[in-house]
T-cell receptor, first 113, second 113 residues
């Protein structure tokens, strides 16, 4: 079945450095790829998303890149800050469905002071 | 303020009891979802709904049922709680168009003893 693989499971970076989280999807029909951030004890929140007709999208310190040929997409966080510490989840739409997402297993990002 | 609400926030209950987790949203969204998540771990879709009188089972096998009689209300019922049901349950909603942003509720932390 369709799946999304997310790496690494834990990422520890020095404050101010960059962090990169990578996801690979299996369904070639997937056309929507969101990233969610979940802080400890809180609900997941959408931080950025990208559709298959776009290769890159940026929002301040956060960017997402998509390689449709290789079927992988990545989250880039620059100039990391303590408040970036959280679990990050990638997801891919189930085919062209607007109703279901296939989720990655999550990456725990730790920002070291 | 438009939001998504879940009650109770915490519940400790004995094996074999019937429980209903409540979820309400005031955003007028047609699509609603129930996810099961152990803290900081992968999100598992257990039920979703396209709109009133529409419900579907997700990928995670679950001994739960849902109903969607009103747009704003999507309760989840466990007929007979078991210790394996101990987890966090997240309700979410999203628009039909144009986007697919999931708005999550604060969650219900369920413990079955």
């Amino acid at each position: 079945g369709e799946n999304v693989e997310q790496h690494p499971s834990t990422l520890s970076v020095q404050e101010g450095d960059s962090a990169v989280i990578k996801c690979t999807y299996s369904d070639s029909a997937s056309n929507y790829f969101p990233w969610y951030k979940q802080e400890l004890g809180k609900r997941p929140q959408l931080i950025i998303d990208i559709r298959s007709n776009v290769g890159e999208k940026k929002d301040q310190r956060i960017a997402v890149t998509l390689n449709k040929t290789a079927k992988h997409f990545s989250l880039h966080i620059t100039e990391t800050q303590p408040e970036d510490s959280a679990v990050y989840f990638c997801a891919a739409s189930k085919g062209r469905s607007n109703y279901q997402l296939i989720w990655g297993a999550g990456t725990k990002l730790i920002i070291k002071p | 303020e438009a939001d998504i609400y879940q009650t109770p926030r915490y519940l400790v209950i004995g094996t074999g009891k019937k429980i209903t987790l409540e979820c309400s949203q005031t955003m007028g969204h047609d699509k609603m979802y129930w996810y099961q998540q152990d803290p900081g771990m992968e999100l598992h879709l257990i039920h979703y709904s396209y709109g009133v009188n529409s419900t579907e089972k997700g990928d995670l096998s679950s001994e739960s049922t849902v109903s969607r009689i009103r747009t704003e209300h999507f309760p989840l019922t466990l007929e007979s709680a078991r210790p394996s049901h101990t987890s966090q349950y997240l309700c979410a909603s999203s628009e039909v168009v144009p986007g697919f942003k999931l708005n999550f509720g604060p969650g219900t932390r369920l413990t079955v003893t």
